[in-house]
């Protein structure tokens, strides 16, 4: 047990649903994260928020939106996703984004897209 | 272009063998990062290197930061299934991660 909760751990949706993923830190972190997992490219960092402010956007396309409503909990909201945004999204926590900070992740939801 | 090269991609080992696994980059980090990954489960943080030429160890686990803080190199002595996993490395305060080396340790 990290103190990173995910929900759902799977999910299959298809082209036209929209759907959320919900990332929620019991650590008094300040700094939340999400990336993505997919088989063939290095984990990739999609979106940091430190101290619910969204410091980094890393290219991702609008079709993922992100929420972080306060320090301890993190969305990610979905709609028209293609197949190949397929992959396991993780989340993650730190104190903040100081140098060499410990980054805590959770379990991971693993999103199908039909 | 990948930041932080990792290899092999892949290594499978007999219990009881040594192995080492490298991380390595054309630009210079203030620090990197280790972390396992098991199945069905998030990375964790093994260690952090933050000082060129640093050794750090972790029980059967050696890492080592290049002195030009390049790279890095991850050690494993006598192997135990139990070290299976996905091994990442991390810089760019955990910004940018490798690909990643998946051990398989068999008993």
């Known amino acids: 047990e990290t103190g990173v909760t995910q929900t759902p751990r799977h999910l299959v949706m298809g082209m036209t649903n929209k759907k959320s993923l919900k990332c929620e830190q019991h650590?008094?972190?300040?700094?939340m994260y999400w990336y993505k997992q997919s088989a063939k490219k290095p984990l990739e960092l999609m979106f940091v928020y430190n101290f619910k402010e969204q410091t980094e956007n890393n290219s991702v396309p609008s079709r993922f939106s992100p929420e972080c409503p306060n320090s301890s909990h993190l969305f990610l909201h979905l709609h028209t996703l293609q197949p190949e945004d397929s992959a396991l999204y993780l989340c993650a926590s730190s104190q903040d984004r100081s140098a060499d900070q410990k980054l805590f992740f959770g379990s991971g939801t693993q999103l199908s897209v039909l | 272009t990948q930041l932080l090269e990792q290899s092999p991609q892949f290594l499978s080992i007999q219990e009881g063998e040594n192995l080492t696994v490298y991380c390595n980059s054309s630009s210079v980090f203030s620090s990197l990062q280790w972390y396992r990954q098991e199945p069905g489960e998030g990375p964790v943080l093994l260690v952090t290197?933050?000082?060129?030429?640093e050794v750090k160890k972790l029980k059967r686990l050696t890492f080592q930061f290049g002195d030009a803080r390049k790279d890095s190199s991850l050690h494993i002595t006598a192997a135990q299934p139990g070290d299976t996993g996905l091994y990442l490395c991390a810089g760019r305060n955990m910004l940018t991660f490798g690909g990643g080396t998946r051990l398989m340790v068999k008993p």
């Open positions: 650590l008094g972190h300040n700094a």
């Open positions: 290197v933050v000082t060129g030429g």
